[in-house]
C-alpha cells in the first residue's frame, strides 16, 4: 500500500512503466478500531501495487466484497522514454 501520487516523479520513476498492476479503492483509507468505531479517513489518496495479477484481482474483490469499490488495473509495459 503506497500513496497514489501519479502525478510525481517518484511515481512515474518506478510504478509507470514496471509492468505491474494497481488496485485503487474509491475514496480514502477508512480506520476502523476493533470494537467497529471509526476513526477517520486517511490523509492521502492510497493504492495497492502487486507484480502479480492474480494477487491485484483477488484484493479487489476481497475489497468490494467488504464494501469497498475498489478496481485492479494492469500498469503500462514501458513508457516510450
Same mark, same amino acid.
Given at each position: 500500500? #503506497?500513496?497514489?501520487? $501519479?502525478? =510525481?516523479? @517518484?511515481?512515474?520513476?518506478? #510504478? ?8 485503487? %479503492?474509491?475514496?480514502?483509507?477508512? &480506520? #476502523?478500531? =476493533? ?8 490523509? *492521502?489518496? =492510497?493504492? &495497492?501495487? =502487486?507484480? /502479480?495479477?492474480? *494477487?491485484? %484481482?483477488? *484484493? @479487489? ?6 464494501? #469497498?469499490?475498489?478496481? @485492479?488495473? /494492469?500498469?503500462?509495459?514501458? *513508457? $516510450?522514454?
Amino acid at each position: 500500500m #503506497v500513496p497514489m501520487r $501519479p502525478e =510525481t516523479r @517518484a511515481w512515474w520513476s518506478h #510504478v509507470w512503466g514496471a509492468g505491474g498492476y494497481v488496485v485503487v %479503492q474509491r475514496g480514502r483509507v477508512r &480506520f #476502523v478500531g =476493533t470494537t467497529g468505531e471509526r476513526h477517520g479517513n486517511g490523509m *492521502l489518496t =492510497t493504492c &495497492f501495487l =502487486t507484480w /502479480r495479477e492474480g *494477487l491485484a %484481482q483477488s *484484493l @479487489a474483490e476481497a475489497l468490494t466484497r467488504r464494501g #469497498v469499490d475498489a478496481v @485492479a488495473l /494492469r500498469m503500462v509495459e514501458a *513508457l $516510450p522514454w
